[in-house]
Structure formats: C-alpha cells, structure tokens
C-alpha cells in the first residue's frame, strides 16, 4: 500500500527551529511536496523536492532523501502565524495522484 | 495573483439529493483537480482531468460522483444521491501541466449533509 507517516503534532516557540518529518512508502515516487494548512483555509504549497538534498525558500527548508524514503520541513525564526497544519505529500510516478500524509499541527508558544 | 475561485463556500444539503460543487480554476492552467478532506482528516484525491476527460481517479470517485467543464471557465463536480459521510471540504486545483508540485487550491467549499 501507499503510505506517508508525519507527527500529529508540534509543538514550538516563536522564534526557534522546528522540523517536521515524513517517510513515506509508494508503488513510485514522483517527488516530495509540502504544504501548509491553516484552519479553516485551503492548502498553499511551499516546496518540492525532486532529489536528494536540501532546498531552502526563506525561512522554510526541505529535504529528501530517497534511499531512506524520508524527507522533512525545517521551519525557522517560528512566527505566531506559522501555526498552522503541514502536509507532506507524494506523487506516484504512475498516475497523477498525490498521495498526501496525515498532517502534522505546528502549535507555537510565545 | 491568480486564484481558483469556489462556489459556494458552503452547502448545506439533504441527504439523497443532488449537489454540484463549481469551480473556476486559473485561465491558463490545463490540469484540473478534485479533492477532499473529512474534518481533521487529510486530504484525499478525488479526480483529476485534462483536456476534456478524466485522467485519473481515485476509489473514493465512484458512480455517485462526475465532473464536467461546461465550458471554458467552469470545472464542476456533480455529486448524485448525497450520502451523510460526503460531509467534507472540497477543495478544486489547477496546475499548468502535469506536475508533480504547486497546485493552486481553491479555497474550498463546506459541504455538509444533513
């Protein structure tokens, strides 16, 4: 089966570093993408990792690596409107599905 | 910047009756997406559909459900026969082609069946 495991939860304090982790197991693997959910919102991508390594947008980094079938989202300086949910998802090389992860729910503390 | 625009952003709906979900994607985007997510749960691939025609669909996306793009800007998802666990947000998306990353997502519409 198709599978992507990710904390529940998060919990951090603004201004410090979180990361949230996902491995996954596909029939194929197309690509590890991340997105963020706020309550009630629609999901806004924030990265892609097509291979191995780290790739940085700002304060939002992610990484993959293949062989271990894991990746993970390293947010820094945390701010109070990073509270959100955070998704990692994977394309099947064979159809056009995202497979997507469970969610995890980033709390920031002040 | 552009936007995938919903309508409604909530339906309330009697459960055996008919709802049609509508969707106006980005203008230049090919692909087109259906999604959903049961409250507090993730988010699950319904349809996907290009070029006038479904290219994938999940086993959620039975003969209850269809789409359709009636013309050049609508991208609706009909579902016949509302059931309670259709209860859910459900979310359009568009891509320029056949990507693998950065789906624009509508903001959504609440459907629920009462």
């Known amino acids: 089966g198709q599978s992507l495991e990710q904390p529940s939860e998060v919990t951090a304090v603004e201004g410090a570093i979180v990361q949230i982790n996902c491995t996954y197991q596909t029939s194929g693997f197309y690509g590890l993408s991340w997105y963020q959910q706020h309550d009630g919102g629609a999901p806004t991508f924030l990265s892609y990792n097509a291979l191995d390594g780290l790739e940085e947008t700002g304060r939002f980094s992610s990484f993959l690596s293949r062989s271990d079938s894991y990746g993970y989202l390293l947010l820094q300086e945390l701010q109070m409107k990073d509270s959100a949910s955070y998704f990692c998802?994977?394309?099947?090389?064979?159809?056009?599905?995202?497979?997507w992860g469970a969610g995890t729910k980033l709390i920031i503390k002040p | 910047e552009p936007e995938v625009t919903q309508t409604p952003s909530h339906q309330v709906t009697q459960m055996g009756q008919e709802v049609i979900l509508r969707c106006v994607p980005i203008?230049?985007?090919?692909?087109f997406y259906w999604y959903r997510q049961i409250l507090g749960q993730k988010v699950e691939f319904l349809v996907s559909f290009y070029n006038n025609e479904i290219s994938e669909k999940s086993e959620i996306f039975d003969d209850q459900f269809s789409v359709e793009r009636p013309d050049g800007s609508n991208f609706t998802l009909k579902i016949r026969s509302t059931k309670l666990e259709d209860s859910a947000m459900y979310f359009c998306?568009?891509?320029?082609?056949?990507?693998?990353?950065?789906?624009?997502f509508g903001s959504g519409t609440r459907l629920t069946v009462v």
């Open positions: 203008s230049n985007h090919l692909y």
């Open positions: 998802a994977v394309r099947d090389s064979t159809n056009y599905q995202l497979i």
């Open positions: 998306a568009s891509s320029v082609e056949e990507t693998n990353y950065g789906y624009t």
